[in-house]
């Protein structure tokens, strides 16, 4: 007996010797065939901490991560302000998840037109999509097309070097601009409209922004709310960011902070502290020092309260905006719940420029995906896509676009939480081989895609850094597609 199991023994040594060596997979990537394979759609935030997370719980997970354009990292290369290089160090993280040897990235790929969700579900045994909201809530009004209304998604996208933002040029000729919403999106705006150039030429703001606010004559920027300073979106550290601006001066309506103290005592401490700031500019006469910072300021800004558009009203050819008009508001109720009332009167704010920073929004992807459009997100359970087994979601398109990078990577933790329990109690069944990026790479082919890796990134990486040194900045982004996919392919 014990000779006979010796032989079978040495047998299945062999087998599984064969296993391993048909297992591996290309650009040295040594893996079992038969490990779970996993698929997550979009290279920003969402998607690198959904595949650290699977990668680092899981050691038999093999993680590729699909991205549209030939660059990864999403929003943090084209979302988060130049002026905020610390927010971006987290790329260091996704980088070396990137290239983990049991994750690979696949930039260049458009799921739901190159490949679909059901060819990526055949050959994976679980998908996440992680692709953000790349869409503009609207603002709803009449006037919001005319010329020199912008979303601050293609403004932003357009300072950070988004290809699909970069023919935007918008018209900084005016001396009043308005920005719809008071999140940190909207004082990100603000913020770059009024800095100094000293400050935006030593970040990676795009050469054609840094050349256009040169230029710039826009000298007053109102960031406008429909509810109260009570209500205000942003967080401190980017209003201290405004109140300290060079060469700028706050200028709000002491009437808009009528009983705010009152309610200081019952606020959560980040409100609170934000909330004593905000006052504290309002309404405290400043020092001596900060006092002639304002009076040499050359610029303003501000918030209006209690305000919400209605139009945007064009100029005597009807083609430009001139002013936009704003319903006065009141509130009912209190704190975090209030809601804004229009009282009937209405004001209008001479302006040349518009930007709405209502917030982001999610788009469907491929008609197999189930999607709420009311909600702008697919509908989910903890990750879990509703009646579709192996389809998940994280990030923005799970939630809709609230919170930080933070709330974000938790976000995608927990989704990525659900599918392991999913994978351990044998609701996903991943004991069946799937051909993962073999599969996926020859679709590709068969369509004449060529799939960017992230050693591809790294010659753009490379030259960006190269281009920044020579104009004492980080970097200079590649601004299209093309210019990205010839270096690529250098």
């Known amino acids: 007996f014990s000779v006979r199991f010796r032989v079978l023994s040495g047998k299945l040594l062999i087998l599984c010797f064969i296993s391993v060596l048909s297992g591996m997979v290309v650009r040295g990537k040594a893996l079992l065939s038969t490990c779970p394979k996993v698929c997550v759609v979009g290279g920003g935030p969402a998607g690198f901490y959904t595949a650290q997370h699977l990668i680092k719980a899981r050691q038999d997970v093999q993680v590729d991560v699909y991205e549209r354009l030939p660059v990864p990292f999403g929003l943090v290369r084209f979302g988060v302000a130049p002026d905020h290089p610390e927010v971006k160090n987290v790329i260091n993280t996704f980088t070396q998840t990137a290239k983990h040897s049991r994750c690979s990235f696949y930039g260049n790929v458009n799921v739901g037109k190159d490949v679909s969700v059901a060819e990526l579900l055949r050959s994976y045994h679980a998908v996440v999509l992680s692709y953000g909201a790349e869409g503009n809530r609207s603002v709803g009004v009449p006037g919001e097309h005319l010329s020199g209304v912008y979303s601050a998604k293609d403004f932003v996208g357009w300072y950070n070097g988004l290809p699909s933002c970069r023919e935007l040029d918008p018209d900084l000729s005016c001396d009043t601009a308005v920005v719809l919403g008071q999140g940190n999106v909207a004082l990100d705006v603000a913020r770059i409209l009024l800095s100094p150039l000293d400050i ?35 967080t401190i550290k980017e209003l201290r960011e405004m109140v300290t601006l060079p060469g700028t001066r706050p200028e709000m309506t002491p009437s808009d902070f009528e009983g705010v103290k009152d309610a200081l005592k019952d606020l959560p401490r980040p409100r609170k502290r934000l909330t004593e700031l905000m006052m504290k500019t309002a309404l405290e006469r ?205």
């Open 286 to 490: 400043p020092g001596e020092k900060e006092q002639e910072r304002w009076n040499s300021a050359s610029r303003v800004w501000g918030f209006r309260f209690f305000r919400s558009p209605v139009e945007v009203l064009p100029d005597a050819e009807g083609k430009k905006v001139a002013a936009v008009r704003l319903a006065v508001n009141r509130l009912e109720g209190s704190g975090e719940g209030a809601q804004a009332v229009r009282s009937g009167d209405v004001e209008d704010v001479p302006c040349g420029l518009v930007i709405s920073s209502i917030g982001y929004k999610s788009l469907p992807i491929d008609a197999g995906v189930p999607f709420d459009s009311r909600r702008a997100i697919v509908p989910n359970s903890m990750g879990r896509v509703q009646q579709v087994l192996g389809l998940y979601c994280s990030g923005w398109l799970k939630t809709g676009p609230t919170g930080v990078i933070a709330t974000t990577m938790n976000n995608s933790f927990d989704t990525a939480r659900s599918l392991m329990e999913d994978m351990d109690s044998g609701k996903l069944d991943v004991s069946a081989e799937k051909p993962g990026s073999l599969r996926i790479r020859a679709l590709l082919e068969e369509k004449g895609v060529e799939p960017v890796v992230f050693s591809d990134w790294e010659k753009i990486d490379s030259l960006e850094v190269r281009r920044g040194e020579a104009r004492g900045k980080p970097r200079e982004k590649l601004l299209s597609v093309e210019e990205m996919l010839a270096v690529a392919r250098s």
């Open 200 to 234: 935006l030429k030593k970040t990676d703001i795009t050469q054609p922004a840094l050349e256009a606010l040169a230029a710039s004559r826009v000298r007053s920027v109102l960031i406008v709310g429909r509810r109260g300073p009570l209500q205000v979106a942003c």
